[in-house]
């Protein structure tokens, strides 16, 4: 999160994602784009301070090239408010 507000996430393999450096970062929001590679059927869990409405987090889009948008708000150093829209065109 140190880095930037928005992020690019390229899928080619099964991956969970972390939130290192958040700590610096509270009060920041932006956006993850997750895209699938050519292949597709690549999963993403989320670390435990990802945290979304009802307490599910969701399964993203997992057709080949698919594209899937995070929104997120860093609460506190290990809270981050997420929401995710789904396949993307």
């Not at 059927?41 to 989320?46: A, D, G, P, Q």
Request: no cysteine.
């Amino acid at each position: 999160f140190t880095a930037s507000n928005h992020h690019a996430v390229n899928l080619n393999q099964n991956s969970t994602l972390t939130h290192t450096g958040s700590a610096n970062t509270i009060g920041q929001s932006g956006s993850i784009f997750l895209t699938q590679d050519g292949t597709g059927s690549r999963t993403l869990s989320f670390n435990s301070g990802y945290k979304f409405a009802g307490g599910t987090a969701p399964t993203i889009s997992t057709a080949a090239n698919a594209v899937d948008r995070l929104d997120y708000v860093v609460k506190a150093s290990n809270v981050i408010h997420a929401v995710v829209t789904l396949d993307v065109k």
